[in-house]
Each structure stands twice: as C-alpha cells, then as structure tokens.
C-alpha cells in the first residue's frame, strides 16, 4: 500500500508540474489566436515597441537617477546595434536641462515611431505590411514557445534536487517557471522589435516574398 501510495503522489506531483505548463499554453494561445482573428495589429506592435525601447532606456537611464549616472553614449550604440534606431540621446541632453528618464523614453519612442511609419508609408497596400507584421509575431511566438517548452521539462527533470537544499520543489519549480515565461514574452518583445526595425522596404513584391517565406 506503501509502495502505491508513493506512485500515487509521483503522480500527482506531475500533474501539478503539467497544470503549470498547460496554464502558460493557454495564454500563448489565446495571444495566437487573438493575432489570427485580429484584422488590425498596428497597435499591438506599436505597444511592445514603446515597451522594448523605454525598456533599454532604463538600462542606461535608471529612473531616479542622476545625469552623472546616465550611459548616453551606452544607450545610443544600443538603440542603433539592436533597433535600427540613430536616436541623439546625448544632443537631446546638452539641449534640455529637463531631460529625465521618463521624457527620453518617451522621444526615443516617438521617433522609433515615426521612422516605422515612414518606412512602410510607400507601400500602397497597408494589408501587405499588417500580414508581415502578424507573420513575424507568428513565427516568434512559435519559435520562443518551443524552446520555453524545453526548458520546463530540463527544469522539471532537476527540480526534485531543490529538496535536498531544504526547498520546496513544487513552489521552486512554480516560482521558476513563472520567471521563465516572463521572460520568453520579453524576448519575443524584443525580437520582433528589432526585426521589424531592422526590415529594409523597397518594394511591396519583396514584402510578399518576405511574409511568404
């Protein structure tokens, strides 16, 4: 009885670790579907790309912070290296004694706006770029899922050794977990971020071979 007893709770154990990822699968599909059936997704790329570049902000200009410890150079060579992005955050600070953390977040993200939109104003056809940007969404999301997917089964097949250091496995493994998502949805964020920044447009036959592939 013993013995059946454990099985039991071995079990029980693996399906609590499967309920965790069944509830994060839930979400990703439901964004999945959300971008299938919405006809307009404008906004939501808008939306991450403030969120990615006030984000990078922060690293070089943490809020509250004084100008003595501000890395504008810092910041500026990665606004170009990672979001295609020549934004004079230096200039901007010789020009307005002013300048904070919140206010540089926001010029970066007006103007990673207005470059965006200017790019894409040639094509005729704004359907041809929401398909592109849906396909890059798509195909982040896929690519970063599977690869969150592998890293819970490396987490679950480690977990029962939090045990011996005096931890919880279960919470640990739930506590992990969370962590883990949060951050894959950060880097779908910032890769469909920077490629859609970094996407030369020259003609709308390349943005359909482009969104094809």
Same mark, same amino acid.
């Given at each position: 009885?013993?013995?059946?007893?454990?099985?039991?709770?071995?079990?029980?154990?693996?399906?609590?670790?499967?309920?965790?990822?069944?509830?994060?699968?839930? #979400?990703?599909?439901?964004?999945?579907? %959300?971008?299938?059936?919405?006809?307009?997704?404008?906004? =939501?790329?808008?939306?991450?790309?403030?969120?990615?570049?006030?984000?990078?902000?922060?690293?070089? #200009?943490?809020?509250?912070?004084?100008? %003595?410890?501000?890395?504008?150079?810092?910041?500026?060579?990665?606004?170009?290296?990672?979001?295609?992005?020549?934004?004079?955050?230096?200039?901007?600070? +010789?020009?307005?004694?002013?300048?904070?953390?919140? =206010?540089?977040?926001?010029? #970066?993200?007006?103007?990673?706006?207005?470059?965006?939109?200017?790019?894409?104003?040639?094509?005729?056809?704004?359907?041809?770029?929401?398909?592109?940007?849906?396909?890059?969404?798509? +195909?982040?999301?896929?690519?970063?899922?599977?690869?969150?997917?592998?890293?819970?089964?490396?987490?679950?097949?480690?977990?029962?050794?939090?045990?011996?250091?005096?931890?919880?496995?279960?919470?640990?493994?739930?506590?992990?977990?969370?962590?883990?998502?949060?951050?894959?949805?950060?880097?779908?964020?910032?890769? #469909?971020?920077?490629?859609?920044?970094?996407?030369?447009?020259?003609? %709308? %036959?390349?943005?359909?071979?482009?969104?094809?592939?």
């Amino acid at each position: 009885r013993k013995v059946e007893a454990r099985n039991f709770d071995i079990r029980k154990n693996l399906l609590d670790y499967d309920d965790v990822a069944n509830d994060q699968r839930k #979400v990703i599909y439901a964004q999945r579907n %959300e971008l299938l059936e919405a006809k307009e997704i404008s906004e =939501t790329i808008e939306s991450i790309r403030r969120d990615v570049l006030a984000a990078t902000v922060l690293e070089f #200009v943490p809020p509250d912070s004084v100008e %003595e410890q501000w890395d504008l150079p810092g910041l500026e060579k990665k606004l170009e290296g990672e979001y295609s992005l020549k934004a004079p955050v230096s200039e901007w600070s +010789q020009k307005d004694a002013e300048l904070d953390s919140e =206010t540089i977040a926001e010029r #970066v993200a007006a103007q990673g706006k207005q470059e965006y939109d200017a790019k894409f104003a040639p094509l005729e056809d704004a359907g041809v770029v929401r398909n592109y940007e849906r396909a890059i969404m798509l +195909q982040s999301i896929d690519i970063h899922w599977r690869e969150h997917l592998a890293s819970l089964d490396y987490l679950r097949q480690g977990i029962h050794l939090r045990g011996y250091a005096q931890k919880q496995p279960k919470q640990e493994y739930k506590r992990e977990a969370f962590e883990l998502f949060g951050s894959m949805l950060d880097s779908i964020k910032r890769e #469909v971020t920077r490629h859609l920044m970094a996407v030369k447009v020259r003609s %709308e %036959e390349e943005v359909r071979e482009a969104e094809r592939q």
